[in-house]
């Protein structure tokens, strides 16, 4: 069974870059179909969605944080990292990594995309 | 981008409650839509993808309708263990959760 795990620094300066890393045990991060992704949540607000990046390494960003952030691949460890730069208090959040599957609806006859393994999260705060 | 605005924001029920929860697309995303639990403290669990289909292992009492720009969550039994914020994520166009609603008991 496939488990997610945050790990990195819980406090951040403002203006510093957080990196976050997220550790895939129970399966291989380059098995095909998955997108591996980053969610946030600010204290007591609701989930954002930040981006993604797939088993061939392409990336996807939340396009109102493109210019902040990078997730990248490190095959060798399984595992998959989040930097975001310049950050601000706005960025204290929850930080959540999970996969992203491809399910087939045999009722519409297409696929669809659930995150179906979360980590647990980790909390970041910009202080 | 696509906004999806979810409501109530809000809503106190009983155990035994018929539930219902809205998300709007602010364009058409077809049913490309899931919903999400999320209790407190602990990460969103997945319930329903392609706006109606349920996801193995989740009570039936959960249904979701819906295609184009809206679409509906309901409960149909609410019972304890359902207490909790339910959010949509569309994925027709990068992704976007609604803002999310919290069932809380009356």
């Known amino acids: 069974q496939v488990q997610l795990q945050e790990s990195g620094p819980g406090l951040v300066r403002p203006s510093q870059t957080l990196s976050l890393t997220c550790t895939v045990s129970g399966g291989s991060i380059i098995n095909g179909g998955y997108y591996w992704s980053w969610i946030r949540q600010n204290p007591g607000k609701g989930l954002e969605w930040l981006g993604y990046i797939s088993y061939t390494g392409s990336t996807y960003y939340n396009p109102s944080l493109k210019s902040r952030l990078t997730i990248s691949l490190d095959t060798s460890k399984n595992q998959f990292s989040l930097t975001l730069s310049s950050v601000t208090a706005a960025d204290t959040a929850v930080y959540y990594c999970a996969r992203e599957s491809s399910l087939y609806d045999r009722n519409n006859f297409d696929y669809y995309y659930v995150m179906d393994v979360w980590g647990q999260g980790t909390t970041v705060t910009v202080s | 981008d696509i906004q999806m605005t979810q409501s109530p924001s809000s809503l106190s029920a009983s155990v035994g409650d018929r539930v219902t929860i809205t998300c709007r697309a602010s364009q058409g995303i077809r049913n490309d839509l899931g919903w999400y639990q999320q209790k407190p403290g602990k990460a969103p669990k997945h319930l329903i993808y392609?706006?109606?289909s349920l996801q193995s292992g989740v009570p039936s009492r959960f249904s979701g309708s819906g295609s184009g720009t809206e679409f509906t969550l309901t409960i149909s039994s609410l019972q304890p263990e359902d207490f909790a914020t339910y959010y949509c994520l569309q994925h027709n166009s990068y992704r976007t959760f609604g803002q999310g609603t919290k069932v809380e008991i009356k």
């Open positions: 392609a706006a109606s």
